[in-house]
């Protein structure tokens, strides 16, 4: 059964950093679409970065420069290196592999405080 397990997520103060990891069963990252998208308070889910197949990395505008995703192969795991992290990146993240019909885990909270 294909999972997707994220951790990392934590309580910090504005300008902290966090890194997210999310560990994948079954489903070989390094051969699909594999992302990373949050839900803030009140708002829709949203994508924050993605690293095609084969691609190069796309980020939401607003943590371009801030915010850095990775993948290992060899770990089945995807990364979000968080920094300068806002009170407005307070949100549940949610690692996504082969895009929104694909496998979702069931996120991690990242609660950033002024």
């Known amino acids: 059964q294909v999972q997707l397990v994220e951790s990392g997520g934590d309580s910090v103060p504005a300008g902290g950093s966090l890194r997210l990891s999310c560990a994948a069963s079954v489903i070989l990252i390094s051969r699909n679409y594999a992302g990373w998208y949050r839900q803030r308070p009140g708002k829709k889910r949203e994508l924050v970065a993605s690293?095609?197949?084969?691609?190069?990395?796309n980020y939401f505008d607003s943590v371009k420069g801030r915010f850095t995703v990775s993948r290992d192969d060899a770990k089945n795991t995807l990364y979000l290196q968080m920094n300068s992290l806002k009170p407005e990146d307070t949100a549940v993240y949610h690692c996504n592999v082969g895009g929104p019909f694909g496998k979702w885990g069931r996120g991690t909270q990242v609660t950033v405080s002024s």
């Open positions: 690293v095609p197949g084969g691609g190069s990395p």
